[in-house]
């Protein structure tokens, strides 16, 4: 299966850092007519702010680089001012979401029953969802990690699913901390069980992302650990070398 290499962007991007981001990337990538982009063997997507996703949509329109949204709202429309729904994002040119990132858990207070809930709005819109798990650094040192990470994908993730599921341990967003090869392999490992516990087989398809201060130093390593499907990049995706550099780590399974 082909890695998925993600970008959040989160709240940066300005009309001129916009194209300034997309511009190199749609270059690199060129047109997917003739095959896989050179020098590239995964799938590639940038989740831009939600006041740029219809410029950015368009200058990598016909390109194989996929665009998403940030969050949305679990109502197609209404009375939900400064909100914005799974069509909105549709019609604005997004075919992804990422939904229960832990800046809005936390920031915003939101619960799993309602990352499961938009989870639910974004499949009925036509897009795919990127559902975020993790631990916080004082759940990791009581031992508890696995059992938080559980219970979000138990409450997050609806029956059937199919989107995708990236773990990001939250003491190492933004932090420059990244997880070892082994924490990554062994939390990837519990999540690809937990994946087969609740879907069945289904559960073996879907794509795991690791993320939490991903770079071009350390990506072909943790992107070589089993069960790694892909990475959800923050800062280094608003660097197009770099986050060019991430996605020719990536691998294909």
């Keep these: 299966m082909r ?21 190199p990337l749609r270059a690199a990538t060129g047109d997917p ?7 590239l063997s995964c799938d590639l997507l940038v989740c831009p702010p939600f006041t740029q996703i219809t410029a950015v949509a368009h200058m990598l329109a016909g390109s194989p680089v996929a665009v998403g949204g940030q969050d949305c709202h679990i109502a197609a ?8 729904s ?11 979401v990422i939904l229960g990132h832990s800046e809005r858990r936390q920031n915003h207070g939101e619960t799993d029953e309602l990352v499961r809930e938009k989870v639910l709005a974004a499949a009925q819109a036509g897009l795919t969802p990127i559902v975020c798990v993790g631990e916080t650094a004082d759940q990791r040192q009581s031992g508890q990690e696995t059992e938080v990470v559980g219970w979000q994908l138990a409450g997050s993730l609806p029956k059937p699913f199919a989107g995708v599921v990236a773990y990001e341990p939250i003491w190492a967003i933004g932090t420059g901390k990244t997880a070892t090869r082994e924490d990554v392999a062994i939390m990837h490992a ?9 879907f069945g ?3 073996r398809a879907l794509r795991i992302l690791y993320g939490g201060s991903v770079n071009p130093a350390n990506a072909a390593t943790l992107l070589a650990v089993p069960e790694v499907g892909g990475a959800l990049v923050g800062g280094a995706s608003l660097k197009p070398d770099d986050f060019l550099a991430i996605a020719r780590a990536a691998r294909t399974a």
């Design 33 to 39: 007519k003739g095959g896989d982009p050179e020098g």
């Design 190 to 198: 519990f999540i690809r069980e937990e994946l087969l516990r609740q």
């Design 77 to 84: 429309q209404g009375a939900h001012t400064g909100d914005i």
């Design 86 to 96: 799974a069509p909105m994002l549709r019609d604005a040119g997004a075919t992804w």
């Design 3 to 23: 890695q998925l290499i993600a970008g959040n962007w989160k709240m940066n991007g300005l009309t001129a850092q916009a194209t300034a981001i997309a511009g």
């Design 201 to 203: 087989e289904a559960g």
